[in-house]
């Protein structure tokens, strides 16, 4: 039982290249939320999805987009990365919607 | 806006001390409040608090909520470096009160360490 998996761990990107990040839960939670943490910001949702087949807009939305592939699978892709994007993401996931989640072991993402 | 205001945002204590983290809220719809430790990597979670004057205990670890009054504490007796950690304090609410949508505000965190 892995729980949540996020790849990759690590990855630094040029300003305007694109990149997929990956989540996967094998806990057959019904949500799965992504989140960036920057230092003095705290943890901020981006997007989540309460369930298979639908994704909402969190707190910080833009310059990302998700896919809620089926039900163990949710990725977030950032279609031309910014120095702005420079963060630590973190995928959760849980048995409802923002019940007790249970987070991944992040990506530190570096945009120069 | 919704806001989630963390206090303190650090302390330094030695093994043995309790400790008191405060949270506090101002949110329309309010639903729950969460706690979570973050040690190095992903937080984990702790506690969920729907009703006020319950508390809630885990070990050395409890909160309680009071609606009222909109704030939380938590609350770690007999503290051990292994309490080291950021303690994070989130509150779920209803985007709009006619909605179906949830939102999810996380506080700054209050960076707990431990001396030996």
């Known amino acids: 039982n892995a729980g949540v998996t996020q790849t990759p761990k690590f990855q630094v990107l040029k300003t305007g290249q694109s990149m997929t990040l990956q989540c996967a839960q094998d806990?057959?939670?019904?949500?799965m939320y992504w989140y960036r943490q920057d230092p003095g910001m705290g943890l901020r949702l981006i997007y989540y999805s309460a369930s298979e087949g639908t994704t909402d807009k969190g707190e910080v939305p833009n310059g990302y987009n998700v896919s809620r592939l089926n039900k163990r699978e949710f990725s977030l892709r950032l279609e031309s990365a910014a120095p702005s994007q420079t963060s630590v993401y973190f995928c959760?996931?849980?048995?409802?919607?923002?019940?007790?989640?249970?987070f991944g072991p992040g990506t530190r993402l570096t945009v120069t | 806006e919704d806001k989630v205001v963390q206090s303190p945002l650090s302390l330094v204590v030695h093994e043995g001390d309790t400790v008191t983290l405060n949270c506090s809220y101002e949110v329309t719809n309010f639903r729950s409040l969460l706690w979570y430790k973050q040690e190095k990597k992903a937080p984990t979670f702790l506690f969920m608090l729907t009703s006020s004057g319950i508390e809630k205990k885990s070990g050395r670890l409890s909160s309680i909520l009071d609606k009222k009054e909109l704030f939380s504490i938590l609350n770690i007796t007999a503290t051990q470096t292994g309490d080291s950690a950021i303690y994070l304090c989130?509150?779920?609410?209803?985007?709009?009160?006619?909605?179906?949508?949830?939102?999810?505000?996380f506080g700054k965190g209050t960076l707990l360490t431990v001396n030996p």
């Open positions: 989130a509150v779920e609410a209803k985007r709009d009160s006619g909605g179906s949508n949830y939102k999810l505000t």
């Open positions: 959760a996931s849980s048995e409802f919607s923002f019940y007790e989640q249970y």
């Open positions: 806990m057959n939670h019904n949500s």
